[in-house]
C-alpha cells in the first residue's frame, strides 16, 4: 500500500510540474506579447526639397527587336559569297527577277573542268569506235571506253 501511495505521489508531482511548466511558458509568451505590444514604432524619415521647374529631354534609349509586317528572307541556295545584291529595301520586286549575285568562281572552274573532261571523252569514244571498226580493239574495250 505505501509503494502504491508513493507511486500515485510521484504520478502527482510529474504531472504537476509538466503542468507549471506549460503554464510558465503560456506566461512567458503573453508578457512577450504585451511588451511587443506597448512599444510604438518609430516615425518614419522623410526627406524635404525645394520644387523647381527643370527641361526634360524627350528621347528614350532602348534595346528591342524589330519584325516588318510583310517581309522575306533572302537565301542564296548555293554556298559562297554574296557579289551583288539588286534590289533595295521596300522596293517591290517581280516573279524571276534577280535578286542576288554570288562569285561563282570556284564553280565556274569546276564547270570548264567537267566539260575539258567530256570533250577527252568524246575524243576517246570516237577514237575506240574507229579502231573497233578496224578491228584493233576489242568490243569490250570499246564498250568500256563507252560506259566512262
Do not use: H, N
Not at 74 to 85: E, N, Q
Not at 111 to 121: F, H, T, V
Request: charged share 20%.
Amino acid at each position: 500500500m505505501i509503494r502504491f501511495l508513493t507511486r500515485a505521489l510521484l504520478v502527482v508531482l510529474v504531472v504537476g510540474l509538466c503542468a507549471g511548466a506549460i503554464i510558465a511558458l503560456k506566461q512567458k509568451k503573453a508578457a512577450e506579447l504585451a511588451a511587443m505590444s506597448e512599444r510604438s514604432m518609430p516615425p518614419a524619415a522623410v526627406s524635404v526639397a525645394t520644387v523647381s521647374a527643370d527641361a526634360w529631354r524627350q528621347s528614350l534609349f532602348a534595346v528591342g527587336t524589330l519584325a516588318a509586317d510583310q517581309g522575306i528572307d533572302v537565301t542564296a541556295p548555293l554556298p559562297g559569297t554574296v557579289v551583288d545584291i539588286s534590289f533595295e529595301s521596300g522596293q517591290v520586286v517581280k516573279r524571276g527577277q534577280v535578286l542576288l549575285s554570288q562569285d561563282v568562281g570556284i564553280q565556274m572552274a569546276e564547270l570548264e573542268g567537267l566539260e575539258a573532261a567530256l570533250d577527252l571523252r568524246e575524243v576517246q569514244y570516237e577514237r575506240a569506235k574507229r579502231l573497233l571498226a578496224e578491228r584493233q580493239v576489242s568490243q569490250s574495250d570499246a564498250a568500256s571506253i563507252r560506259a566512262k
